[in-house]
């Protein structure tokens, strides 16, 4: 009978604004060292939703799994990573939520960075719903400044008009858990971050007293900087699996 594996699949979750592209210079660093590597497409309607979207991938995965969360995918991968095979977290930019807590809360403890002026409101429908929701997504003009300085300016550009947008729902919605209160957790902050304030990053990562890196990075630091991002994989996927 085959041993199932140890060594973790790592599983990347990406934020608001973006999609799994965001990590395309990651991912061939992480599938030369051998890791099968999952960069699903997160929903981005809802905290509670996106995390249990996420749960079910990482549910049907055999074995370990590192999960890595950038930008908001940090809280989904908060609520997320309580799922029994999770053996590490991984924050990139990212929201580490207290249980209870919501985004707006987390980061209105905080001042603004420069995305609150930046952001774009525009009503969607909701089958069933007289209401509708709200869509959230950045001014494609002030996007690369904001979000991607010190990336290529051409694909900036290209991320720019082509963001996934994030429902408003989500920064209300409160995590019904914190992962990281039981799993070994590592922090990357973007100190040189526009979209969301570096010292939101580091409260979070304090305080669930993560391993925490500095990159004088923008908010996209997967594409500013991968081999440190895949460098910080590999330690949390390594001290993992021992």
């Not at 699949?9 to 890791?35: Q, R």
């Not at 985004?103 to 069933?128: H, K, M, N």
Request: glycine share 8%.
């Amino acid at each position: 009978m085959t041993q199932p594996s140890t060594t973790p699949t790592i599983v990347l979750v990406h934020g608001a604004f973006a999609d799994a592209s965001s990590y395309a210079a990651v991912i061939p660093e992480l599938l030369a060292d051998g890791f099968d590597v999952v960069a699903p497409a997160v929903p981005n309607r809802s905290l509670i939703g996106d995390a249990a979207y996420i749960a079910s991938v990482v549910r049907n995965i055999p074995g370990p799994v590192v999960l890595v969360g950038h930008s908001y995918g940090g809280a989904v991968i908060t609520v997320a990573g309580v799922e029994d095979n999770v053996k590490a977290l991984v924050y990139l930019a990212g929201y580490a939520l207290e249980q209870g807590e919501s985004l707006g809360e987390l980061q209105g403890r905080f001042p603004d960075s420069d995305l609150a002026a930046a952001l774009v409101y525009t009503p969607f429908p909701i089958e069933g719903s007289a209401e509708g929701g709200t869509d959230v997504t950045v001014d494609a003009g002030k996007f690369p400044a904001i979000f991607a300085a010190d990336v290529d300016p051409e694909l900036a550009a290209v991320l720019a008009v082509s963001q996934r947008p994030l429902a408003a729902q989500a920064f209300a919605d409160r995590a019904p858990a914190a992962a990281w209160e039981t799993k070994p957790s590592w922090g990357l902050v973007s100190a040189a971050d526009h979209t969301i304030n570096p010292d939101v990053e580091r409260y979070g990562y304090q305080r669930a007293g993560m391993t925490t890196v500095e990159v004088d990075s923008s908010h996209l630091v997967m594409l500013a900087h991968p081999k440190r991002v895949a460098d910080l994989i590999r330690e949390a996927a390594r001290t993992s699996a021992h």
